[in-house]
Each structure stands twice: as C-alpha cells, then as structure tokens.
C-alpha cells in the first residue's frame, strides 16, 4: 500500500518570503502521479500542481514549484514571493498511474504567511 | 457554474438519525468519489464510482451506503449516526484521457455534526 508523509506538521514565514514544504511518499509502482492541494480556511479543495512520475523536469505553476527525487521518493513544494492568500493547509497526494484513481493524502501541512 | 456540488454544505443531527449528502458533477467526469476529513484534517477515501460501477469500497461501515443514480451523481446515505461520524465529507470527480489524469475536482464539502 502507498503511504505519504508530510513530516512538518505546522509552518510560517513572513509575507514575500520563499517557503518549502516537504513530502516523502512510499510505494512500489514506477509509473504514478503526484500532487499537491491547498485547502484555505473556505475549505474548498483546490489543486496547486501536479507532476508525473515519468518527467524527470520538474513541474512549474506560476509561483509554485516542485523538487522531485523519484530514487529518493521525495516531492517537494516551493512557494516564491509568499503572499497572504496562500495562508491555507496544503496536502501532498499520490495517485497511481493504472488502477483504480485512488489519492492517498498525507497529514497536510499548515502554512500561515504573516504580514 | 460549480463543477462539483454538495449539499447541504452544513449538517448538524442528532445521533441515530439517517441523513443523505447529496452531489452532482457538471464536467462529464466519468469517476466519482467521497472522502471523509477528520478533525485532524486527514483525508481519507471512503468509495469510488466509474460509470455508476462501486470501484473502490475502503473499510467503511455499512451505516455508509453510496447510490450512484448516474454517472453525473454521487450520493450517500447514512444511517444511524454515530458520535464519530462528524467530519467534514467531500464529492469528487476526475477524467482519465489517454492514460493522463489531472487530478480530482472536489466540492467544496460537507461539515457532518452529529449531536
């Protein structure tokens, strides 16, 4: 069974400031996906990025970026130039590439960006 | 338009009731889900319909029935709530095209009460 773990349960920075949130994940497929979501106070589920196990390049959104170390099963996520708004929990998925379309989501991480 | 709706957004009942959540997907997704998030925010896959086929059945209680009228719908039904079943339960859908997937679109939830 896949496994993800986020090991900092808890995060701040001062707005502008570059943030890394880490993820580590377990499994033994070779093809997957893996994600990161954002949840803001609102609740509401929202998908920052995305990348494919099969990419050696690392995904990019705008502000948001991602470390991937596919031998190291390590994923990641880097927000440039923090702003207030992206104050939320953020969650790491895994989801393999055949089978069933099952996310498996690590405890999340609660980043505040404090003015 | 909301792509995926739930309703009712907040539920509050007393323990022994039987309540529905209901939710409708307007993207044409051919998979839905329901994730239930804990108190301590850990999200957790509870069933998976395709084309209103159970896919995916984790280790749920049977008080916990899913009905899938079409492929558009996905609701569940509890009975005889308990204590624990308070939590915030999120609607789901996703498409996979050409072995690519990009990721779940969720409602923005339920928050179950159960008094």
């Known amino acids: 069974a896949q496994t993800v773990t986020q090991s900092q349960p808890e995060m701040s920075v001062q707005e502008a400031e570059t943030v890394t949130l880490s993820c580590t994940y377990d499994?033994?497929?070779?093809?997957?996906?893996l994600f990161w979501y954002k949840q803001p106070p609102s609740r509401q589920m929202i998908l920052v990025i995305r990348q494919e196990a099969y990419k050696q390049q690392n995904a990019t959104e705008n502000r948001f970026s991602v470390n991937f170390q596919k031998a190291a099963k390590s994923f990641s996520l880097k927000i440039s130039d923090s702003q207030l708004g992206d104050t939320a929990m953020y969650f790491c998925?895994?989801?393999?590439?055949?089978?069933?379309?099952?996310?498996?989501f690590g405890q999340g991480t609660r980043l505040t960006i404090n003015p | 338009d909301t792509a995926v709706s739930q309703t009712p957004k907040y539920l509050v009942t007393q323990m022994g009731n039987d309540k529905s959540i209901k939710c409708e997907q307007n993207?044409?997704?051919?998979?839905m889900y329901w994730y239930k998030q804990d108190s301590k925010k850990f999200l957790k896959i509870m069933f998976s319909y395709n084309n209103k086929e159970l896919i995916i059945n984790e280790t749920v209680p049977n008080r916990f029935s899913p009905k899938s009228p079409d492929k558009a719908h996905l609701n569940l039904h509890i009975n005889s709530l308990e204590l624990g079943d308070s939590a915030v339960y999120f609607c789901a859908s996703s498409q996979r095209q050409d072995r690519n997937l990009y990721g779940y679109t969720f409602g923005s939830g339920t928050r179950l009460t159960v008094v």
């Open positions: 499994t033994s497929e070779n093809n997957y996906y």
């Open positions: 998925a895994f989801m393999k590439q055949v089978g069933a379309q099952k996310l498996v």
């Open positions: 993207l044409g997704h051919d998979t």
